[in-house]
């Protein structure tokens, strides 16, 4: 599963816009990559946050959809993020499920830069949405 217009079986336009990857997504795991563009840039011409943290929401709420087979959906109900250090240049995020409900997951995420280094942690907890008889409720 790659590529951004068909992202893990949906179709997200707002991550096709920011150029994000579907790496890989299995067993409460996901990865998602995005080369760093100008235009994603801030004035100190380093990711600009917002892009880290829709990263790492992404992630973490991949890994949540892992764990059921018919989601219809997952909403962000918390999330923390810490910005250790800057990201240039392709960044990678990762999601965790850390535990699973039958509505609410507990997620982790972490976002390396191009060096493989450490740029930002964030926990998450996620709402799933189920399909039933076709709809999602």
Same mark, same amino acid.
């Given at each position: 599963?790659?590529?951004?217009?068909?992202?893990?079986?949906?179709?997200?336009?707002?991550?096709?816009?920011?150029? *994000?990857?579907?790496?890989?997504?299995?067993?409460?795991?996901? !990865?998602?990559?995005?080369?760093? !563009?100008?235009?994603?840039? &801030?004035?100190?011409?380093?990711?600009?946050?917002?892009?880290?943290?829709?990263?790492?929401? *992404?992630?973490?709420?991949?890994?949540? !959809?892992?764990?059921?087979?018919?989601?219809?959906?997952?909403?962000?109900?918390?999330?923390?993020?810490?910005?250790?250090?800057?990201?240039?240049?392709?960044?990678?995020?990762?999601?965790?499920?850390?535990?699973?409900? &039958?509505?609410?997951?507990?997620?982790?995420?972490?976002?390396?830069?191009?060096?493989?280094?450490? *740029?930002?942690?964030?926990?998450?907890?996620?709402?799933? !949405?189920?399909?039933?008889?076709?709809?999602?409720?």
């Amino acid at each position: 599963m790659s590529g951004t217009a068909d992202f893990f079986g949906l179709k997200v336009p707002f991550l096709k816009h920011l150029g *994000v990857k579907a790496e890989m997504a299995e067993g409460g795991r996901s !990865r998602i990559s995005l080369e760093l !563009r100008p235009e994603l840039m &801030n004035s100190f011409e380093v990711s600009h946050g917002g892009v880290i943290m829709t990263m790492l929401d *992404v992630a973490m709420a991949v890994a949540a !959809r892992t764990s059921h087979d018919h989601v219809g959906g997952i909403m962000t109900v918390e999330m923390s993020l810490s910005f250790i250090r800057p990201a240039k240049g392709r960044i990678v995020a990762e999601g965790h499920l850390l535990r699973g409900g &039958n509505s609410l997951h507990f997620c982790e995420g972490e976002a390396f830069d191009e060096s493989g280094e450490l *740029v930002a942690k964030s926990l998450g907890t996620f709402k799933l !949405r189920r399909e039933t008889r076709g709809k999602a409720e």
